[in-house]
C-alpha cells in the first residue's frame, strides 16, 4: 500500500462543475499537508496547503480530517484552465523531513 | 513566492556520457534541497536530500555513485548523472525548503533528460 493514496482519475467534467478530489495517508506521523498542481511536462506548483480548520481560496476549498488521515480537495465552478494533474502531499519528519507525493488524479475540464 | 531554477531545461546526450543538472534558489537560502525523478504518468519520486556542506541522503534503491550530488552553497545544489543509459531519461525537478516560510517547498521548472 502506498504511504499517500489519491483517487485514480482521470475525471472529465463539463466547466461549471464542482469536482471533488480525495487523498488518504498511512502515516499517523504526517505532519504537513498541500495539495500542489502539475501541468503536463511542467514542475508542481503549490495549489494551497491544508489545515484541520479547513481553507479556502477563491473556487478551492481544502479539508483535512486527523484521525481519518483523509485531504480533499473541492474545485467549485470548473475552469477550463483547471485541467491539470492534483498531488496531494504529505510532509513528515520520523527518520528526517521527507516529502511524500501522492501519484496524482488528472482533471480534465471540458467546455 | 520562492524561486527556484534549474539548468539546463533540457539535454539529450548519448549513453555512457555524464551530465549535470544545476539547481538554485535565486531569492532565500535553501540548506536542503531534493531531487526527484518523475517517469511518464508517475508521481515524483524521490532521490536524494542535498544537505549544503554534508554528504547527501539517498533514497533506498538510489545507487549514490551513479547520481552524484553537490551542494556546494546554500543556493546551489549539482545532481550529476554519471555514465547515463537510456533507462536513466526521466524528468529531473529538484526543489527548496523555504526554511523561513515553514515547510512548503519550491520546485525548480524540471530538467527533461533523454538519453540515446
Known amino acids: 500500500r502506498k504511504e499517500v493514496e489519491q483517487d485514480p482519475g482521470p475525471f472529465n467534467v463539463p466547466e461549471g462543475a464542482t469536482v471533488a478530489f480525495n487523498c488518504t495517508y498511512s502515516?499517523?506521523?504526517?505532519?504537513?499537508f498541500f495539495w500542489y498542481r502539475q501541468d503536463c511536462r511542467k514542475e508542481p506548483k503549490l495549489l494551497m496547503s491544508?489545515?484541520?480548520s479547513g481553507n479556502e481560496d477563491g473556487r478551492f476549498t481544502a479539508q483535512l480530517n486527523r484521525a481519518s488521515q483523509y485531504i480533499s480537495l473541492l474545485i467549485r465552478d470548473s475552469k477550463l484552465s483547471d485541467s491539470a494533474t492534483y498531488l496531494c502531499?504529505?510532509?513528515?519528519?520520523?527518520?528526517?523531513?521527507?516529502?511524500?507525493f501522492g501519484a496524482g488524479t488528472r482533471l480534465f475540464v471540458k467546455a | 513566492g520562492a524561486v527556484v531554477s534549474q539548468h539546463p531545461s533540457r539535454v539529450i546526450c548519448k549513453s555512457g556520457t555524464s551530465v549535470k543538472i544545476e539547481c538554485r534558489s535565486l531569492?532565500?537560502?535553501?540548506?536542503?534541497m531534493f531531487w526527484y525523478r518523475q517517469f511518464p504518468k508517475q508521481s515524483l519520486m524521490l532521490m536524494a536530500t542535498?544537505?549544503?556542506?554534508?554528504?547527501?541522503t539517498y533514497e533506498q534503491g538510489v545507487e549514490k555513485d551513479k547520481f552524484l550530488i553537490n551542494h556546494a552553497s546554500l543556493t546551489l545544489s549539482t545532481l550529476t548523472v554519471t555514465s547515463a543509459h537510456p533507462e536513466d531519461s526521466s524528468f529531473y525537478i529538484c526543489?527548496?525548503?523555504?526554511w523561513g516560510g515553514g515547510e512548503t517547498q519550491y520546485f525548480g521548472p524540471g530538467t527533461r533528460l533523454l538519453v540515446l
Open positions: 526543489s527548496a525548503r523555504d
Open positions: 502515516n499517523s506521523a504526517s505532519q504537513s
Open positions: 491544508v489545515y484541520s
Open positions: 502531499v504529505v510532509n513528515r519528519n520520523t527518520g528526517g523531513f521527507k516529502t511524500i
Open positions: 531569492d532565500f537560502q535553501a540548506t536542503t
Open positions: 542535498s544537505n549544503e556542506g554534508s554528504k547527501a
